[in-house]
């Protein structure tokens, strides 16, 4: 093992923790009994949360009369089942790190984790996926090459080495990684994964969505298929040019290959630019 | 003014040898200016016969208020017909999606999509123009001044207050009277408290002195335990509000789909010894071709 190795388990340490307000938040907003207070209670222990949601309150798409100071009030004001709403969007889009690193560019690479979220959010609705679980191909395709941040923010060099490396060769960027760092992005992405708690399907989705070797779950595929197709639609950079074939479990899905499935997918510009709203 | 009910059901149509007194139709209330500006409160299937009144009007000038789109406030405005004929012309007013980011026509497109409906939003002939208010938007049609405050439903829901000619109507929408989610003791009880009698407080001013009050009051407060939360008014809370706000009459709407006419009956009967005397505040169970004038 070289030296980039033994570092990994350290960098991954130092990242940012997924915080445990967005697992609570998910879970209360996903069950229809939750306790308001616990919802309140949740927001009000993460500041960063409770800030973006009374942003939003505050900003002009509300248009309210009053300036809303606090998460009760925001109860109070606009009732309890949109500031759920509002919650879970703000959680959920705020994992996205906003910081530049590397030269990297920080909004393209958010396009690129937004959009194939959404559009695993279509796949898994259109193969009838039920509606509970739909959330988890959205989280999965936010979060799929979450382990690129990890190098941008630690090895800011070596991480450009590896994005003009793929360009240069017309190689995959996880095979430039590999070269430059001996592991890619889906398995310091998983590492990251697992320090987050993730559930295990989740963390399966990070470390296999390039591997397309064997036999996966369709959360896997589904990812694997929405990362294609936001590239293939340039919806924001991932630092890889080169797109992949779509699963064929997807293919069969839809009965068709890449073009007629992004036909079939409806407005996925117009999806990207309502969720663009709450990270800018 | 001359209001006119055409819907006073909740939730979803109730058809019926049951409520054939009250009527089944979801909300749709018809104001008619003294100008004789016609101004439509939500789009229930109640605006499906109002429609067929308006026909002879047209080319029709109107403007429909949306309280909010939850489907028994919207679901009857693709088969209001004048929306299909030219020279038309139909304002449509209603609060945005903050949560969703979509604009009161984006939110109705869908429900006119492919799938849900033969003839797309794009195809309409009549001349409509939407509008997204904001609260405390507001608006002047013809001699009547119309203007808004968020009620508490569980989406954004406009109450809106119509004046004209000296005289005013309020209708909440859905509204549920706010309630304390702490108990007693606990950190945020005071706060929050006194965060409800804020907004209370700025609910009354707004009404204040209507003469007519139209109020969602789905429950009994007997049922109201069971749905607590749900973004709707009881009987009692709404007389409450109405003495509270000094209005001079109050209309309950909203009636539950499995409401029977002799369960409205006797819910009136009962609101008689709630309420007091009932010269001093006349309340009355709202039926499908009530008509006010005032």
Request: charged content about 20%.
């Amino acid at each position: 093992m070289n030296e980039i190795r033994k570092d990994l388990p350290a960098m991954v340490e130092k990242m940012p923790a997924f915080s445990q307000s967005v697992h609570r938040v998910i879970q209360l907003t996903s069950d229809i009994n939750s306790d308001p207070k616990a919802l309140v209670e949740v927001i009000q222990h993460d500041p960063i949360l409770m800030m973006r949601i009374l942003k939003l309150v505050n900003s002009p798409y509300f248009g309210l009369a009053q300036k809303i100071s606090s998460i009760n009030h925001a109860i109070v004001y606009i009732g309890i089942n949109t500031v759920k709403n509002l919650a879970l969007s703000a959680a959920v889009i705020g994992v996205l790190p906003s910081t530049n690193a590397a030269g990297f560019d920080m909004d393209g690479f958010l396009r690129h984790s937004l959009s194939t979220a959404i559009i695993a959010r279509i796949i898994a609705r259109k193969s009838g996926v039920q509606e509970r679980d739909v959330f988890d191909y959205f989280l999965s395709g936010l979060l799929h090459d979450f382990g690129k941040i990890v190098f941008a923010h630690f090895l800011p060099h070596e991480f450009q080495k590896a994005l003009a490396l793929a360009k240069e060769e017309g190689i995959h960027f996880y095979e430039a990684e590999q070269r430059v760092f001996t592991v890619d992005h889906t398995q310091i992405g998983s590492l990251l994964g697992e320090k987050w708690n993730l559930p295990s399907h989740l963390v399966a989705c990070l470390r296999q969505h390039h591997d397309h070797d064997q036999e996966h779950s369709l959360i896997i595929d589904a990812v694997s298929a929405a990362n294609q197709i936001s590239k293939e639609l340039k919806l924001g950079d991932s630092g890889e040019s080169m797109i992949e074939n779509i699963p064929k479990r997807i293919s069969d899905l839809f009965g068709m290959e890449m073009a007629g499935i992004i036909a079939s997918l409806g407005d996925v510009n117009g999806e990207m630019e309502k969720a663009m709203v709450f990270i800018k | 003014m001359k209001i006119r009910f055409w819907g006073v059901r909740g939730s979803i149509p109730s058809p019926g040898p049951q409520t054939v007194r009250y009527g089944g139709n979801t909300t749709c209330i018809e104001v008619e200016t003294d100008d004789g500006q016609t101004i439509i409160l939500d789009a229930g299937t109640g605006i499906q016969p109002l429609a067929q009144s308006l026909l002879k009007k047209m080319p029709l000038s109107c403007s429909i208020l949306l309280t909010h789109t939850h489907w028994d406030h919207i679901q009857g405005l693709p088969f209001f017909i004048p929306i299909f004929v030219p020279l038309n012309n139909i304002r449509i007013y209603g609060a945005f999606d903050p949560v969703l980011q979509r604009d009161i026509r984006d939110v109705l497109s869908r429900q006119m999509e492919y799938c849900y409906f033969p003839v797309r939003e794009a195809e309409l002939k009549a001349d409509i123009h939407y509008s997204s208010l904001s609260e405390g938007q507001a608006l002047e049609i013809g001699s009547a001044r119309i203007t808004n405050i968020i009620m508490n439903h569980t989406v954004i829901n406009f109450g809106y207050r119509i004046d004209c000619g000296g005289k005013s109507v309020f209708f909440t929408g859905d509204n549920e009277t706010l309630y304390n989610i702490y108990h007693p003791g606990d950190d945020y009880y005071d706060e929050y408290e006194s965060l409800i009698a804020q907004k209370n407080r700025l609910l009354v001013d707004f009404i204040r002195g209507v003469d007519i009050l139209i109020a969602d009051s789905a429950y009994t407060e007997q049922e109201y335990e069971a749905k607590k939360g749900w973004g709707h008014g009881t009987y009692e809370k709404c007389i409450a509000l109405a003495r509270e706000a000094g209005a001079k009459a109050l209309y309950f709407t909203h009636h539950e789909p499995q409401r029977s006419d002799e369960e409205l009956d006797r819910i009136h009967d009962g609101l008689r010894t709630l309420s007091g005397s009932t010269a001093e505040l006349p309340c009355v169970i709202a039926s499908e071709g009530l008509e006010i004038l005032v």
